[in-house]
């Protein structure tokens, strides 16, 4: 789906009968399409987190004396940020674009998967914050592969032929996400009322997509080469 069609539906549907709509006429006034892309991004990203949709790899140069490894964008070396150290190996062709969500498991270089916030066991790694990565007696050198729950790709303003890449059972949901954060921002009670009402549109779909597991693994996205090294 590309974001005009995003936009369509949304002036068709949920905004029918407001100006950020067109009333209805099937495109959102070029004034509030920034504003609509914020919503649109968070309602993305609620998504991305509620639903393990998009997996990628990350690789994690560990250093003596340097437990805590926060997995942000500025840490890899395809970044420009000046930070004291580099710790994420990434390259041009595939730069981190600090899109994690979660860790999902860590790899040593012989792809032997590590324990992950283990207390019992003296080799696991830790995750004090879901962008954290905590490794105990981290050695200079050593390398350690990460498989983790990506965020959907940032949307830039002014481009509708972007594409919004989620399964189209996820559309209605994201408008109605999208519809609930945009009329709670607005005055009145009848406004905040439909947004309470959306939201909870939007959470029961949503919730019964997850329950009846509707969105198999089999149709999580991976970028992932941790098969070839076999991590299992």
Known sequence: MLLSDLYTNLSYGVFSNLSIGSDGAGTIPTESQDRLLHYVQRGLTALHTKFYMVSKELVVQAFDGKTLYPLQQKYALTDPTVVPKKYIADSIEHPFLGD??????????????????????????????????????????DAYFLLYQADHPKLAPGDL????????????????????????????????????????????????????????????????????RGFK
């Open 100 to 141: 994690l969500i979660k860790i999902v498991a860590v790899a040593d270089e012989g792809g032997l998967e590590l324990p992950l916030n283990d207390t019992n066991d003296i080799y696991s790694l830790f995750t004090p914050s879901p962008d954290i990565l905590q490794i105990p007696m981290a050695v200079t050198g």
């Open 161 to 228: 032929t972007q594409e919004v890449n989620i399964p189209g059972m996820l559309e209605e949901p994201l408008e109605l996400y999208v519809a609930s954060k945009v009329l709670s921002s607005m005055n009145g009670p009848e406004h905040a009322a439909k947004s309470v009402e959306y939201f909870e549109r939007y959470e029961l779909i949503a919730d019964n997509i997850l329950k009846q597991d509707l969105l198999s693994t089999s149709q999580v996205e991976t970028t992932s080469k941790f098969s070839e």
